[in-house]
């Protein structure tokens, strides 16, 4: 009786073992079919996005001839270089704007200072210049350059000007404007419009009467050629948004899609 149990244990532990083993295998070979298969994609789709760059060993943004006007506030002068086909133009217009800036520094120690008011910042000499930051984003499908412009005095600081994007398809290089990229989502500029208005509203009630948001203008200054619209990194769809008030107007990020 006693042996017949055995059997019986010997038999079912064999069986088990051979389900075991035979999962072990299977699983293996389908994980490893599964990560060897992603492991190409992610190759291949390297290797045609290196295709539209103008140098495979760059990222497609990359900074040069960088240039520390102050550290209080940080104020950097740089020129962006996008690692894209085709973009000569782009990087010529830039340049020169960016040369622009770079021909703006004034020091106090050579300008002429108003005394009746308190100079803030002294650090760098700097008693004016404008400024410039920047910001890029690549997703799936596209990349975002985000440029934000502005202005700094060494009496009230920095204060923002204007924001614009540039936005290009990774699957040809090809930059894209505002009506195309609205069009993939159906959308109108008014659209753009009314989901920024209905942001503002919901701000103005957590502001209250302290900061004045100006809805008007604010929309006013925003048409289908100059929306800073761009993809984060997630591939969502923002704009950038300088917001004007009863008092300095600031930056906001609102999400369209």
């Not at 035979?22 to 389908?30: D, K, T």
């Not at 060494?154 to 090809?174: D, E, P």
Request: hydrophobic fraction near 35%; include cysteine; proline fraction near 0%.
């Amino acid at each position: 009786m006693n042996r017949n149990l055995e059997r019986r244990r010997d038999f079912i532990g064999s069986i088990l073992f051979v389900i075991f083993v035979f999962i072990l295998v299977v699983g293996g070979f389908f994980a490893t079919k599964y990560l060897t298969s992603d492991s190409q994609k992610k190759q291949i789709h390297k290797s045609e996005l290196n295709k539209i760059k103008v140098n495979s060993d760059k990222d497609f943004v990359y900074y040069d001839n960088e240039v520390t006007i102050c550290e209080d506030p940080d104020i950097v002068h740089k020129d962006i270089i996008i690692n894209i086909q085709g973009t000569d133009t782009l990087k010529e217009l830039l340049k020169k704007e960016n040369d622009e800036i770079r021909s703006s520094v004034k020091k106090i120690s050579e300008s002429e200072v108003d005394t009746s008011k308190e100079i803030l910042y002294k650090d760098g000499d700097i008693f004016f210049t404008k400024e410039r930051n920047y910001a890029s984003y690549e997703s799936s499908k596209y990349l975002s350059i985000v440029i934000t412009d502005g202005e700094f005095n060494c009496y009230t600081g920095s204060q923002i000007k204007s924001v614009k994007t540039y936005n290009f398809n990774l699957a040809n290089g090809k930059q894209l404007s505002n009506e195309t990229i609205l069009g993939f989502y159906s959308m109108s500029i008014d659209d753009v419009k009314n989901k920024i208005s209905t942001k503002l509203a919901s701000d103005q009630e957590e502001f209250g009467e302290n900061s004045l948001i100006n809805v008007e203008d604010t929309l006013n200054s925003i048409s289908l050629e100059n929306a800073a619209i761009y993809f984060n990194k997630a591939g969502k769809l923002m704009i950038s948004v300088i917001v004007k008030t009863n008092q300095e107007s600031y930056n906001d990020t609102i999400e369209l899609n």
